[in-house]
């Protein structure tokens, strides 16, 4: 497995109960995984303690060969290695396009780093985009450039926390498929959190659930909510 998540556990200070409890998850190297939970439900915190903006009290996390998280390992965030697109984008405004993209490439040889940044640009169909400022896109045309910011130094994991919330319905419809089509061009193992089903079902290939801090597969969590409605109707099921 390419992402190896074991007994992670975590809490905030003063809080009664862990916000994450015992969570495994393996993902294969270029899957995209649908981590899927109501508010509260701990799904962002996840992709906090995988970026290392957060530390666990307990637990491993292992990308490719290298351990990022366990009793004695701790990588910064920085060292990891792993792009994240926030919920609000989190552009710079004083920044162009050109700028945002080449941001994290700062250790790149010159000519390296250009020939990236208008190879990510040309990925997200955003090439002729690259002087504008990002009070000047759309909604969807900002999310474009942080996927390619997030993209331009060959991730080894990208995040992405609830990627579509700031988008009208009918703009995440339309950027659903492109955003698959993207990462599934460059085979970058990814994981997004969302609190819409149709967002999963749409984008991902396999759907985890968040519930009580805990990872459950997408199909038994459906088949015991579909018992537990059974069991809460039984005249209903026995008129079937």
Not at 39 to 68: A, D, F, N
């Given at each position: 497995m390419y992402v190896q998540i074991k007994d992670l556990c975590f809490g905030y200070k003063n809080a009664k109960n862990l916000t994450i409890h015992h969570f495994n998850l393996d993902i294969e190297q270029?899957?995209?995984?649908?981590?899927?939970?109501?508010?509260?439900?701990?799904?962002?915190?996840?992709?906090?303690?995988?970026?290392?903006?957060?530390?666990?009290?307990?637990?491993?996390?292992?990308?490719?060969?290298?351990?990022?998280?366990?009793?004695?390992?701790?990588?910064?965030?920085?060292?990891?290695?792993?792009?994240?697109?926030?919920?609000?984008?989190?552009?710079?405004?004083?920044?162009?396009v050109y700028e945002n993209v080449q941001f994290g490439l700062k250790n790149w040889k010159r000519k390296e780093r250009k020939n990236r940044v208008h190879e990510v640009l040309e990925l997200v169909n955003m090439s002729s985009y690259a002087k504008r400022y990002p009070h000047e896109l759309s909604g969807g045309?900002?999310?474009?450039?942080?996927?390619?910011?997030?993209?331009?130094?060959?991730?080894?994991?990208?995040?992405?926390?609830?990627?579509?919330?700031?988008?009208d319905a009918d703009l995440q419809i339309k950027i659903r498929s492109e955003l698959k089509e993207i990462i599934k061009q460059t085979g970058t193992t990814s994981i997004f959190v969302t609190h819409d089903r149709e967002d999963s079902r749409a984008i991902a290939d396999r759907i985890i659930t968040m519930r009580d801090g805990a990872a459950h597969d997408w199909d038994s969590l459906c088949t015991t909510t579909r018992l537990e409605e059974e069991q809460r109707q039984p005249e209903l099921v026995r008129l079937k």
């Open positions: 270029g899957e995209i995984i649908s981590i899927l939970g109501e508010s509260g439900s701990g799904k962002s915190t996840v992709l906090r303690l995988l970026c290392g903006l957060e530390t666990p009290s307990k637990g491993t996390i292992k990308i490719g060969s290298q351990t990022m998280t366990d009793e004695r390992t701790f990588v910064l965030p920085e060292k990891r290695g792993i792009g994240m697109v926030f919920q609000d984008y989190a552009l710079f405004p004083h920044m162009t045309q900002q999310q474009r450039i942080a996927l390619a910011r997030s993209l331009a130094p060959e991730p080894s994991l990208l995040l992405l926390d609830e990627p579509f919330s700031n988008l």
